[in-house]
């Protein structure tokens, strides 16, 4: 897990001092008519909150503070609620709360956690709802952004990691935090963003396209698993992280998802249709159940090519047979079956291969009737089986069309789905 932390950070802070971060397009009141509730953990970076309300009121939002208990020790509640605007919320059990963690749990745009504690983070990825701050958020389906600041021993703790890990499997955006000299006096990761991130990011949650409301996007993910007998299977080694961060962000672009799995250790994002398989042959049934209905297919599952020809009752005996012979017949081409009941949906693929990546990639675009095809080289450790990046050539029928440099899954399924919307027009 630290080597998980290191390698992605260490990438970000030397890559900062080559890229020119992108300053978001901030325009006056742009935030105007948009309800945020900004959350406030006991960290000593606390007081940091504080300039950051004040850009939010200056962008035209309508921000409410809550503070945890361990907020108060660091900074006063009058300080927020003289900049906000509002009284602050600190008692999820206040006489005169009249059920405030239901109403800020429906009306905000955004839940945004800054700073945010190891402990808030901890709290927030196992569902606990012991506060008002934890309890609004399970309440709420706005988007939340998590802002951590702590020691960097805490940050770089594998249970830590473990929880962000969680968080952000489940559409909650976390943001890195920085290098740098820490209050300890140490200096290592664990320092609040710099503010134009966090407005970065703010900015980018609340002005989120919604381009995708007229869609029905159907995505597929996963590997199948083949069954020898009733204990054993075959399988590959697809961990389903593409095709998660497509349903998820296809969602929040405003799209029906229907979101078809094999066998992952991911929890499906919350509200998307999610329908769990096993087999390649499952996998067919349900992809021709809701193709009809569908007008984009993304098909990022990795669908075993052999299955059994015929699977043992009982489980095989290792006494009984010292050699084991398997005899495997193609599973159903899922992809190639699908040209033929086109109706107008815009189909994808995704080929993973480890040699001739354009010429697999163009010929299976032909072969299989597909629209466009997403061609990753799986030998490379960044990119391959189970990794939280992604580089691709995105080629459709006029050739390549793109070539998407390494970045993190999330940030691909994003740059996908705008190759996708681009071709499908105004519809
Ligand atoms: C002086 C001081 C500074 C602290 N700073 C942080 C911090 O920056 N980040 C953090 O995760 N915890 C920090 N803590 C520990 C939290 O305050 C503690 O875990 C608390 O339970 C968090 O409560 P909350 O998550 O409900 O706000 C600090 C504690 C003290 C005494």
Do not use: C
């Not at 609620?81 to 239901?102: E, K, R, Y």
């Not at 300890?184 to 407005?199: A, D, K």
């Not at 209905?293 to 009752?313: E, G, K, N, P, S």
Request: a neutral charge; proline letters at 5%.
């Amino acid at each position: 897990m630290a080597d998980i932390v290191s390698d992605r950070q260490h990438n970000a802070y030397f890559a900062s001092f080559f890229t020119p971060r992108p300053t978001p397009r901030v325009t006056q009141k742009q935030l105007f008519g948009k309800h945020i509730v900004l959350g406030v953990g006991g960290s000593i970076a606390a007081y940091k909150a504080i300039p950051l309300l004040r850009r939010l009121t200056d962008l035209g939002a309508d921000v409410e503070v809550v503070m945890t208990a361990s907020a108060r020790h660091f900074i006063t509640p009058l300080t927020f609620q003289t900049l906000s605007g509002h009284p602050v919320h600190t008692d999820l059990f206040a006489s005169n709360s009249n059920m405030a963690h239901l109403r800020l749990a429906e009306t905000a745009d955004l839940i945004l956690v800054s700073p945010a504690t190891a402990n808030l983070i901890g709290r927030f990825a196992h569902g606990l709802a012991d506060d008002l701050l934890s309890t609004l958020i399970l309440a709420s389906h706005a988007p939340l952004l998590i802002v951590p600041a702590m020691d960097g021993d805490m940050w770089q703790h594998p249970r830590v990691q473990q929880n962000v890990q969680t968080l952000r499997e489940t559409s909650v955006e976390v943001l890195d935090p920085e290098f740098g000299t820490l209050a300890s006096g140490h200096v290592g990761w664990g320092r609040f963003p710099s503010e134009e991130t966090i407005m970065s990011s703010i900015i980018s949650l609340l002005t989120m396209p919604s381009d995708y409301h007229s869609e029905v996007v159907l995505i597929t993910a996963g590997p199948t698993h083949e069954a020898i007998d009733p204990v054993r299977y075959i399988a590959n080694r697809s961990s389903g992280k593409m095709g998660h961060a497509l349903a998820q962000a296809a969602q929040k672009r405003g799209a029906k998802v229907t979101f078809i799995t094999g066998p992952t250790s991911l929890t499906p994002p919350p509200s998307v249709h999610t329908i769990s398989i096993s087999t390649a042959k499952e996998m067919q049934n349900e992809v021709h159940k809701h193709f009809e209905r569908a007008t984009v297919v993304i098909m990022a599952a990795a669908v075993a090519d052999y299955q059994l020809t015929h699977t043992a009752a009982t489980k095989l005996k290792k006494h009984e047979q010292k050699h084991l012979s398997l005899t495997l017949s193609l599973t159903p081409d899922i992809l190639g079956t699908l040209a033929s009941k086109k109706t107008g949906q815009f189909i994808v693929g995704f080929a993973a291969e480890t040699e001739s990546l354009i010429e697999e990639a163009t010929r299976k675009l032909q072969e299989k009737g597909l629209d466009m095809i997403i061609a990753n080289d799986v030998t490379q450790p960044d990119t391959g089986f189970g990794s939280d990046t992604n580089a691709a050539i995105v080629l459709d029928m006029h050739g390549i069309a793109e070539n998407i440099p390494l970045m993190p899954k999330h940030e691909m399924a994003t740059k996908i789905l705008d190759l996708i919307r681009h071709r499908l027009g105004n519809r």
